[in-house]
């Protein structure tokens, strides 16, 4: 539900392949399209928390390479590479609040294939950076739909698949932690204002929702939503979700089920992070991120059971 007729002349789709060299593109279209564009907003990736780094190394990580070779062809053009707070890996939530700031070490708690190639993404975005092409790398958390319709239409999304399992199970796990979820109208909005501002180059933004949820209090937004969910322990949640979809019941969970295997860990972000920055690179606009209260949730779960 995004289309206007006013975006007809202003969008011009070029078909290529982030895995190819030139983006897919001849090499006439990948020269025409350097001296055609002014700036670029690199958000391409193969999005997938099970398939190993070899798989998304090529859309990934060459493909970011492919266009920072279209940002240095002819006139120079700034990058704008959307990124993920998941480049530091789990053993960050001991050391404090994480930095927009600090530089993510690769270690080997850095274990999926996605989190690597993004990880290996950004250091060729600050190569760049070094060598003279203005970047900036925009690192994002959780995110929900839009705050004004509710419409969440995500395929193979961990966290709505997380909420629309729960419900299908009618059980969430008990949890004691907060969790960060952002709307995306908040976030392009925030991106857009940013990247216009030449003094935000080479920086790097946490673009997340100021105020995390707790997720006792989510569940409890679900219940009173209309929804049934009781709380269980970690385990036994898991168990009864096995059973369910081993039953050959429908649950969204099932092609994350793998990421589920642990009796004691959950595949939720668990460091905190700032983002000071970002908050005083808008702070002379008028954009905020919309409070995540009762109405919000109820909005989200109308919209994504209606459509």
């Not at 928390?49 to 859309?59: C, E, G, I």
């Not at 960050?92 to 708690?109: H, I, K, S």
């Not at 203005?134 to 995110?143: A, E, H, M």
């Not at 698949?161 to 004691?176: E, M, T, V």
């Amino acid at each position: 539900d995004l289309w206007q007729a006013a975006y007809q002349p202003r969008i011009i789709p070029v078909i290529g392949n982030l895995e190819k060299p030139l983006l897919g593109l001849s090499k006439e279209q990948f020269s025409d399209l350097s001296h055609n564009v002014s700036t670029i907003y690199h958000n391409g990736a193969w999005v997938n928390f099970v398939y190993p780094y070899s798989q998304l190394r090529d859309a990934n990580v060459q493909g970011t390479q492919e266009v920072l070779r279209l940002a240095g062809l002819g006139q120079t053009k700034p990058v704008h590479f959307v990124s993920t707070l998941s480049v530091f890996p789990d053993c960050y939530a001991e050391r404090g609040l994480v930095l927009e700031t600090d530089l993510p070490c690769f270690e080997n708690e850095l274990q999926t294939g996605y989190d690597q190639s993004k990880w290996v993404a950004e250091a060729l975005i600050r190569e760049a950076h070094n060598r003279g092409l203005p970047t900036t790398i925009y690192r994002l958390g959780t995110l929900l739909g839009d705050s004004q319709t509710g419409l969440i239409q995500k395929t193979n999304d961990f966290f709505w698949s997380l909420i629309q399992g729960c419900i299908q199970l009618g059980k969430a796990p008990l949890l004691s932690r907060k969790i960060n979820l952002t709307p995306i109208n908040y976030i392009t909005q925030a991106m857009v204002s940013i990247s216009t501002s030449y003094i935000n180059h080479g920086r790097t933004f946490h673009l997340i929702n100021p105020d995390s949820i707790a997720w006792e209090t989510l569940v409890n937004y679900i219940q009173n939503s209309g929804y049934v969910l009781e709380l269980e322990s970690y385990s036994q949640w898991l168990s009864q979700l096995k059973t369910q979809i081993q039953k050959g019941e429908h649950n969204d969970l099932a092609p994350f089920l793998s990421l589920l295997s642990s009796e004691t860990e959950f595949p939720l972000e668990k460091s905190r992070f700032d983002n000071a920055l970002s908050a005083i690179a808008l702070s002379h606009s008028s954009i905020f991120c919309p409070t995540l209260d009762q109405p919000l949730i109820k909005k989200y779960l109308t919209a994504s059971m209606s459509s």
